[in-house]
T-cell receptor, first 112, second 114 residues
């Protein structure tokens, strides 16, 4: 069983809509989660990190963490064609190890 | 200049050849990682190092070896390359201080083994 799971998509949304990306994880001890964006052929770049239950907002991006249900999500408001990329969810294998497990990524397509 | 650099950026080699991929960082981080990425499989950890004297295997270390020459340098070697090692390879660094372990990635090396 994979420890971090994402729907590979593609998820297609029209420009200006809200894109919702979801991720589930199996390790209840995981404390911190990360969302990375990866354009085709490029390296992953960090968008958001979240460590506490609830929501964390940064511009058009909101990360949500629900530890009881073991899921983390990323909302992108006012989606733009430039948001079209693969979004990787990552969580620690266990606390304080420094090792991350990555989901397989969800491909987002924002159509003009 | 980029904080995390990888050389070469692209490499074509033949089965059985030994090759080395290099990673350098100017972020001052102690922790460094090597990942490979294959379509549909996400990022998988090959090796990681928490300091110069600490080297650890990741989930897919068979067929690979690493060397941590200095805090800023971490090299990945394929002793005898095989075609299923064709992939995109990323180096990453992280800083153990603070909350969480944000990792910062290099630009990647695209490797083709014929």
């Amino acid at each position: 069983q994979k420890e971090v799971e994402q729907n590979s998509g593609p998820l297609s949304v029209p420009e200006g809509a809200i894109a919702s990306l979801n991720c589930t994880y199996s390790d209840r001890g995981s404390q911190s989660f990360f969302w990375y964006r990866q354009y085709s052929g490029k390296s992953p770049e960090l968008i958001m990190s979240i460590y506490s239950n609830g929501d964390k907002e940064d511009g058009r991006f909101t990360a949500q963490l629900n530890k009881a249900s073991q899921y983390v999500s990323l909302l992108i408001r006012d989606s733009q064609p430039s948001d079209s990329a693969t979004y990787l969810c990552a969580g620690p294998i266990s606390s304080n190890t420094g090792k991350l497990i990555f989901g397989q990524g969800t491909t987002l397509q924002v159509k003009p | 200049d980029a904080d995390v650099t990888q050389t070469p950026r692209n490499r074509i080699t033949k089965t059985g050849k030994r090759i080395m991929l290099e990673c350098s960082q100017t972020k001052g981080h102690d922790r460094m990682y090597w990942y490979r990425q294959d379509p549909g499989l996400g990022l998988r950890l090959i090796y990681y190092s928490f300091d110069v004297k600490d080297i650890n295997k990741g989930e897919i270390s068979d067929g690979y070896s690493v060397s941590r020459q200095a805090q800023a340098k971490f090299s990945l070697s394929l002793e005898s390359a095989i075609p299923n090692q064709t992939a995109l390879y990323f180096c990453a660094t992280s800083d153990a201080t603070g909350e969480g372990e944000t990792q910062y990635f290099g630009p990647g090396t695209r490797l083709l083994v014929l």
